[in-house]
């Protein structure tokens, strides 16, 4: 990517875009994150839905400005709903955002994020370990906590979102974000952010509400949520070292950061 291209990634401009739509956004979502991605969401300045029964999902994310699915606490009901929004949000046209929590934990888990990928998602966010063995290669992961480097996963990362057309993100102490041809990395968070659970499955939710901002630009709406928690990360960790204090601050300061500062604190790079 030519810097020219990095500078037209500016987060900032998109994080005022994404509170000015306020985007409805529907997630299926584990148990241990509801709660605190639909407070992150609100913060942030989007406007969560958990909505994951088969009985309304699929009409539901006809209505939403965009879909996230999250496969954290699956179960055959939540599958359901996950494979009936994520149909009716492809046949409306609307985008839809995959995090395939502990996809390689079991069985299980590998069907279901099977069927999903083949309803083809506009983005995959993931660990390092789970976009390595989503790829098909060896992952040190143990659950839901990568084994693998941020680095480690880049290549995977590539090979993912060509074969599946998708854009592909990988978070961890780094960020990396690529659409198979353009690749970014995204600087920027706090060692406090694995220390509170659900952040990542957060993040996730938030990438929806990006992409639901700005439909046409995947990529370029990944890398905007990624640098608003990288930016809203590292200001709460200059003012507290303590996770339960942390957690407090950075919601806080989801809703405080302006575009400007976004732009100033994260660092946005071509890779």
Known sequence: MTDHAVQSLRPGPLLAAMRQKNPLVQNITNFVAMNIAANVMLAAGASPAMVHSPEEA?????????LTVNIGTISPDFLDGMKKAATAAGEAGKPWVLDPVAH?????????????????????????????????????????DSGDSVASAEAAARTLAIRHGCVV???????????????????????????????????????????????GKPLEATVAALALFAAA???????TKAPGSFAVRFLDLLAEVTPDAVDAVARVVSA
């Open 58 to 66: 699929g009409e539901f994310a006809t209505i939403a400005a965009a």
């Open 104 to 144: 390689f934990a079991t069985t299980y888990r590998r069907a279901a994020v099977a069927e999903l990928l083949a309803l083809r998602p506009t983005v995959i966010r993931g660990n390092a370990s789970e976009i390595i063995a989503l790829a098909g290669e060896q992952a040190a992961g143990q659950g839901v």
């Open 169 to 215: 993100a990988v978070t961890g102490e780094r960020d990396f974000v690529t659409d198979g041809d353009r690749a970014v990395h995204v600087f920027g968070g706090s060692p406090l952010m694995p220390k509170v659970t659900a952040l990542g499955c957060s993040l996730t939710c938030i990438v929806g509400a990006y992409v639901g901002t700005v439909p």
């Open 233 to 239: 990360g590292e200001l709460a960790g200059r003012e």
